[in-house]
């Protein structure tokens, strides 16, 4: 079976969740299926072509350089089979190459545009030709793939015209044999983190989804003696990295042992910090599933977060961790779990079991790939060319 693959996102350029699942569900389907992935960057190696944006349009809004990436993919996918895009960033591409090559298009939704109206900042009048993209190819995919339970229901939700029985769940995944506890401490050595001192632990972007400014006023009240480690880049706009600055210097005022990483580190630096951390904290308000709580179940730590989209798919509120509502008394409540679960280190120990027996046991990648592969046989099987 001849697969293209579309994403922006595809190492060593992976900066979020949707990155992350592409990186992995690629190296499982290679052996499975012929495969090619394109992807936003330079340069091509076996089986992976990059594309860059059309110079002419250097300046130009990110969504128009990004509908010139969808173009160029396009052109470059005839021979395939079956296209699967990633994200609206590459979901247009996979429309065109339906339409083009007469092949079905697979479509995987990691987040919804609709549910997303803080893009607006970010990309301006793009943002109505994001949605443009997204809708339109959701609604003419062959099938469309849904991260978790929740965010079935958010497509259909958004996106009403589609019939239910092209819409599909499967969970992203977990490379538990390279996410595991890793208990060396080079990485809290160079941060400079006190190694006799616990340490509550955040990973993502600086962005309105995952709710920092939530997490910089919550922590202020959490146990004085406790660290805070907070690995947040890639802010969408100058707007949301200014207040993230201003809430992140009012913190550092206010209590100790506040670290900030704004770069990227290594993955295996990440596993160390996830392994060490008393808790790690995900207060997002939209998630479609949430693949850096797996994460960090898998390095054994339990996961404070908010009961939003599929996290309650992923962390088992009381086993693996604890779910936070969303709701007018969110940072109250987020200080309040975090303590709960730092005052008690044995039902910590105990959760960040559960979190990696968790992770382990339904969230291998492997089966991912498996379910995926079969989707496509199923697709192609029922597929009738224009």
């Not at 339906?98 to 079905?104: E, S």
């Not at 019939?163 to 208990?183: E, F, K, Q, S």
Request: net charge negative; aromatic share 6%.
């Amino acid at each position: 079976m001849r697969v293209g693959l579309l994403t922006r996102e595809y190492p060593p350029d992976v900066y979020g969740g949707a990155g992350v699942h592409v990186e992995f569900l690629a190296r499982e389907l290679r052996p499975l299926v012929d495969l090619d992935v394109h992807c936003w960057g330079e340069g091509r190696a076996d089986g992976v072509l990059r594309h860059r944006p059309w110079s002419a349009l250097d300046g130009a809004n990110d969504a128009l350089r990004t509908f010139s990436v969808d173009l160029a993919m396009a052109t470059a996918l005839e021979g395939r089979e079956l296209v699967h895009s990633h994200t609206w960033y590459a979901n247009l591409g996979g429309h065109v190459a339906k339409l083009l090559h007469g092949v079905p298009h697979v479509l995987t939704a990691h987040s919804l545009e609709p549910l997303r109206p803080w893009k607006a900042e970010q990309l301006g009048g793009g943002y109505a030709l994001s949605s443009w993209a997204e809708r339109t190819a959701i609604e003419a995919a062959d099938a469309v793939v849904a991260v978790s339970g929740a965010m079935r229901e958010d497509i259909l939700s958004c996106y009403p015209a589609l019939d239910p029985a092209r819409v599909h769940v499967v969970h992203n995944g977990i490379d538990t044999a390279l996410y595991r506890p890793d208990h060396g401490t080079e990485a809290l050595t160079r941060i400079g983190l006190d190694p006799k001192r616990p340490f509550v632990l955040f990973v993502g972007r600086i962005t309105r989804q995952k709710g920092v400014p939530h997490l910089l006023r919550a922590v202020r009240d959490i146990d004085p003696g406790v660290q805070v480690v907070l690995c947040a880049g890639a802010p969408d706009t100058p707007e949301i990295d200014r207040e993230f600055r201003e809430l992140h210097a009012e913190l550092s005022r206010v209590r100790e042992g506040v670290h900030w990483i704004p770069q990227m580190l290594p993955r295996a630096d990440v596993i160390q910090l996830l392994t060490h951390a008393a808790v790690f904290v995900c207060p997002s308000v939209y998630e479609p599933l949430g693949i850096v709580n797996l994460e960090a179940m898998a390095c054994g730590t339990p996961v404070v977060a908010s009961r939003v989209g599929g996290i309650p798919e992923v962390v088992d509120d009381g086993r693996t961790g604890v779910l936070v509502d969303v709701d007018d008394a969110f940072e109250t409540n987020l200080t309040r779990a975090l303590d709960s679960v730092l005052g008690d280190p044995e039902a910590a120990r105990r959760m960040g079991e559960a979190g990696r027996e968790r992770a382990v046991g339904e969230f291998g990648w492997d089966a991912v790939a498996r379910r995926t592969v079969a989707l496509y046989e199923e697709v192609l099987g029922n597929f009738k060319a224009p």
